[in-house]
């Protein structure tokens, strides 16, 4: 049975909610395999994933290999099966939000995205938004995380901006989720 790519704009953040908590992902997080090497992988800061030099076009890849990043106390990354742990390089975050749906407004606002690599994800206690030199970045799990494409991000900028009434200085703006607030600015 061929994968369907969630269209966001067509589900409500409810769907979207049954969805996230019907994805099962592999317990890469309790496996501690003995082979231990080098993918020749490596995830560049746009996204886009590569093996030895050539990019991975096909995105069923891209998801079966996504299932299995972890990340380690230490910062690596690694790609992890019951039996085999390889390195993999990570320019900046494994991931990219690259599309968002809003439900509600102000405090009972819901936020979904939709990552490249397919995932949905809602932020909210869990899955924290957090500027990083100006950058936006959503949580999804277990130390990994998403950079926020520009567009997405002018889309949480607009709904901050419009809950503000306006630019003002003197506040951060700020968007909610799932009764959490994160703030998308700098104040200069």
């Known amino acids: 049975m061929p994968y369907e790519v969630p269209d966001l704009a067509m589900l409500t953040l409810a769907e979207v909610a049954e969805l996230v908590a019907a994805r099962k992902l592999p317990a890469v997080e309790s496996w501690q395999p003995t082979n231990i090497g080098e993918s020749d992988m490596r995830i560049a800061s746009d996204g886009k994933w590569f093996h030895q030099g050539g990019e991975i076009r096909r995105p069923a890849m891209v998801r079966a290999f996504s299932s299995l990043l972890r990340r380690e106390a230490d910062g690596a ?112």
Not at 117 to 137: H, K, Q, T, W
Not at 142 to 165: C, D, H, Q, S, T
């Open 77 to 188: 990354y690694w790609l992890v099966t019951p039996h085999q742990k390889l390195s993999i390089m990570v320019d900046d975050a494994p991931f990219l939000a690259v599309e968002m749906q809003s439900e509600g407004e102000g405090q009972s606002r819901s936020l979904a995205f939709r990552l490249n690599s397919d995932d949905l994800v809602l932020a909210g206690p869990e899955n924290m938004i957090e500027m990083r030199d100006e950058i936006p970045y959503l949580h999804v799990r277990a130390g990994l995380w998403a950079k926020i494409a520009r567009p997405v991000f002018y889309e949480l900028v607009e709904i901050a901006l419009n809950e503000m009434g306006g630019i003002d200085s003197s506040t951060m703006p700020q968007v909610w989720s799932d009764g959490s607030a994160f703030p998308i600015g700098v104040m200069s």
